[in-house]
């Protein structure tokens, strides 16, 4: 059995409807998801698709690029507000984070780390555990989380793609690691070391789908179902098993979510 850890229900790209896609899924084993919130206004439909499903995780979270016309007071008060009205149902605070990319309209990294903090306190808050974005930040993100480490923060660092120094600076932290399609590229091939040396009981696997798909599907939407396509890379990378992979990234992940 496995989770994915990290994609989004429903999305428009799928070209199928959520009971489709979660059927997909439980045909190839993957029997529980995560699903990511990116902004407010799409935590509703997020959380109440997942309503309807009993294997289906809903989190809360403004991602780098998001709600950007909206002044940080205002969105930390929505976001309190959405917050308690489904503290119940949400799994996890995120995904949130640092993305430096030429993102058109994008936040300036000033406002992305204040827009971080914020959520990271939320999510130490509530007990929650981080759902951490990272494209280019690895600066930003380690001095946040550094700056609010302690038994209260928890979290992933979702669809790595850094370098080992920066996993055993996370890792240190209590964080865990999840891999993606992007283990599956060739143009990658540096990130199988963190496959490598990552232990057993510190990853997840995840698609984030209908984004990022697997090398042999690349260019194609992205489904939960592909999940296990990434832990038997990692799978072979380690030199494990494929079922030690299922019990330990399952295992991971419950523990992780509360769920
Ligand atoms: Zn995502």
């Not at 992205?222 to 799978?235: D, G, S, T």
């Not at 098993?241 to 419950?254: G, H, K, L, V």
Request: net charge negative.
């Amino acid at each position: 059995m496995l989770i994915d850890s990290h994609c989004h229900i429903p999305h428009k790209n799928y070209n199928m409807t959520p009971e489709e896609v979660v059927l997909d899924a439980k045909k190839a084993d993957v029997t529980k998801l995560i699903s990511i919130g990116t902004s407010i206004e799409e935590t509703d439909l997020v959380v109440r698709v997942a309503s309807q499903f009993p294997n289906i995780y809903p989190t809360v979270g403004v991602c780098p690029h998001e709600n950007k016309d909206v002044p940080l007071a205002d969105l930390e008060k929505d976001f309190r507000k959405v917050l308690s009205k489904y503290k119940e149902d949400v799994v996890g605070i995120g995904e949130c984070g640092i993305d430096i990319s030429n993102w058109e309209n994008g936040r300036k990294v000033e406002e992305q780390v204040e827009l971080f903090e914020m959520q990271i306190n939320i999510a130490k808050e509530s007990s929650l555990p981080l759902i951490v974005h990272n494209r280019n930040g690895d600066d930003q993100v380690l001095k946040l989380l550094e700056k609010h480490s302690g038994m209260e923060l928890r979290g992933v660092v979702h669809c790595f793609d850094s370098d080992w120094d920066f996993a055993q600076k996370v890792l240190n932290l209590g964080f865990y690691i999840s891999f993606s399609g992007l283990i599956t590229y060739l143009n990658k091939k540096d990130l199988l070391e963190v496959v490598r040396k990552v232990p057993m009981n510190r990853f997840l696997v995840e698609t984030d789908a209908p984004y990022l798909s697997p090398q042999e599907h690349r260019g194609q939407v992205n489904y939960p179902k592909y999940v296990r396509i990434i832990a038997e890379k990692v799978a072979s990378v380690k030199e494990i098993s494929i079922s030690e992979i299922e019990e330990n990234t399952y295992r991971n992940t419950c523990t992780l979510f509360g769920i």
